[in-house]
């Protein structure tokens, strides 16, 4: 089984910056894309940033420029580095992991970090 352990939300004030962290662990475990998602009260969950294993990112156009997704492939961990937040950035942030296992390839999500972002 692949658990991913999710780290790093807050409250901060509209400005301030945050780190969120996600590690990945499980047996015979073979990670390709890394990604973060949020989930804002009411709406649907969005991409906010990928990593796939080339390395190479891929960003919303609502974080470019804000958001930086790096992972550290030895400790099978992602990292989202959040600056300049604003309100509209406040969700619920979820790790999600595309690896494979035996051949099989799955997709898994973490249990969700809460960023709270006051005016």
């Known amino acids: 089984q692949v658990q991913l352990v999710e780290s790093g939300g807050g409250l901060v004030q509209a400005g301030g910056s945050l780190k969120l962290s996600c590690a990945a662990s499980g047996s015979s475990m073979k990670i390709s894309e890394m990604a973060w998602y949020r989930q804002a009260p009411g709406k649907q969950r969005e991409l906010v940033a990928r990593i796939p294993g080339g390395g190479d990112t891929n960003y919303a156009d609502y974080v470019e420029g804000r958001f930086t997704i790096s992972r550290d492939n030895a400790a099978n961990t992602v990292y989202l580095q959040m600056s300049s937040l604003k309100p509209e950035d406040t969700a619920d942030y979820y790790c999600?992991?595309?690896?494979?296992?035996?051949?099989?390839?799955?997709?898994?999500w973490g249990q969700g970090t809460q960023v709270a972002v006051s005016s």
């Open positions: 999600n992991v595309v690896a494979r296992r035996w051949g099989q390839r799955s997709i898994y």
